[in-house]
């Protein structure tokens, strides 16, 4: 009878040991994930930037795709995995359904990412995800990713915008040659996948462009208020050379459609 008892507590602590195990591996191999992803995505060119996204979301898959039915000493890691495990699939949907249909994969693509970020904090909250230095600004990005579902309208502009400040400045346009046409997808690329686009309206309104302007102005949704965010690049070169970022501000809107516009 004693030996019995000692099997069953050996047995015991035997699996408690292995949950213990699944708990560290499945946080570190969230973080493994995301590096993967980003490694694929963030030298992606913009006409490739979908079809990244997609790979990416399978470099997630293939690492984390084993913890859908583990066993786990924190309860919340069974719940969360799967969460996390069937959100990367949801956007494997969306890229597949939406992904040549602009105007209705970017608002589907958002939710997807924000998503994503709420189930990563609750990881997060737990056990902290911890990646490489060169990635902590990127795993910050996400975590902070965030979309404005309040129904109260603000009477002044916000100051601040995570699209200023995070994005545009992080990110220059160098010495690209590039035409209008090309701009654009440089814009929309930049914010379709890093998360920079909400899902009220189109996700930029280039104004000017034409062969030989000095400058493009750009419009940026940021909530539901009719306030968005509005950057300058001027030209320092003939026609497309190097753009350079000269100003931002904030603009009210007349309509999320940006057909009219104010600027303050």
């Known amino acids: 009878m004693k030996k019995i008892l000692v099997a069953i507590v050996l047995v015991a602590l035997f699996i408690v040991g292995c949950s213990n195990k699944s708990d560290d591996a499945f946080v570190q191999d969230i973080a493994n994930a995301l590096e993967s992803r980003w490694k694929l995505t963030d030298n ?14 399978d470099a997630e898959l293939n690492i984390i795709d084993k913890y859908e039915n583990k066993d786990f000493k924190n309860l919340d890691f069974s719940t969360l995995s799967k969460e996390y495990i069937r959100e990367l699939n949801n956007g494997l949907s969306i890229i597949k359904t939406y992904g040549d ?21 609750k990881i997060n909250d737990i056990s902290e995800i911890k990646v490489s230095p060169k990635y902590q600004d990127m795993l910050k990005e996400v975590l902070n990713y965030k979309i404005d579902d309040s129904d109260e309208h603000s009477s002044e502009p916000r100051k601040e915008f995570f699209i200023i400040d995070t994005i545009i400045n992080s990110h220059e346009i160098g010495n690209q040659v590039m035409s209008y046409k090309d701009y654009q997808s440089f814009v929309e690329g930049k914010l379709t996948l890093e998360g920079i686009v909400t899902k009220y309206g189109v996700p930029s309104h280039v104004i000017g462009g034409e062969e030989g302007d000095s400058h493009i102005e750009v419009c940026y949704p940021t909530d539901e208020t009719g306030y968005s965010a509005d950057l300058v690049f001027e030209n320092k070169k003939t026609g497309f050379g190097d753009w350079v970022l000269s100003k931002k501000s904030v ?11 104010t600027k303050q």
């Open 101 to 121: 249909d602009i105007s209705v994969f970017y608002p589907k693509w958002t939710d997807h990412q924000s998503n994503r970020s709420k189930i990563l904090n």
């Open 251 to 261: 603009v009210e809107t007349d309509g999320i459609g940006f057909e009219k516009y």
């Open 44 to 57: 992606a060119s913009n006409d490739k930037k979908v079809d990244q996204a997609k790979k990416g979301i």
